[in-house]
Nanobody
Framework: QVQLVESGGGLVQAGGSLRLSCAAS?????????MGWYRQAPGKQRELVAT???????NYADSVKGRFTISRDIIKNTVSLQMNSLKPEDTAVYYCNAHTIVYNYWGQGTQVTVSS
């Protein structure tokens, strides 16, 4: 059982930055195969943004490479997403995900709005 709580969303102008945080409880992120951030814009399918494995390997969607950075704090059991050079097309609800052998866990989501 894993509980995920996102925070840090908000309104920012194009070119600005935001940092999202995902607080995990019930299980160490080191024992979770993959932690990730996904996003879903209105009328669009949910898409992968970035992932980090238990071993620390990161992966990014092409659309955010060079702008977003996923990281973890093992002691605090949190995963963060630093978003720089934000674009209006980054506007979406961002969800934290924990992928385990038996289940995918999701947070409630946090809204990110980028104005032009």
């Amino acid at each position: 059982q894993v509980q995920l709580v996102e925070s840090g969303g908000g309104l920012v102008q194009a070119g600005g930055s935001l940092r999202l945080s995902c607080a995990a409880s019930g299980r160490s992120i080191l024992s979770i195969n993959t932690m990730g951030w996904y996003r879903q814009a209105p009328g669009k399918q949910r898409e992968l943004v970035a992932t980090i494995t238990s071993g620390g390997t990161t992966n990014y969607a092409d659309s955010v490479k060079g702008r977003f950075t996923i990281s973890r704090d093992i002691i605090k059991n949190t995963v963060s997403l630093q978003m720089n050079s934000l674009k209006p097309e980054d506007t979406a609800v961002y969800y934290c995900n924990a992928h385990t052998i038996v289940y995918n866990y999701w947070g409630q989501g946090t809204q990110v709005t980028v104005s032009s």
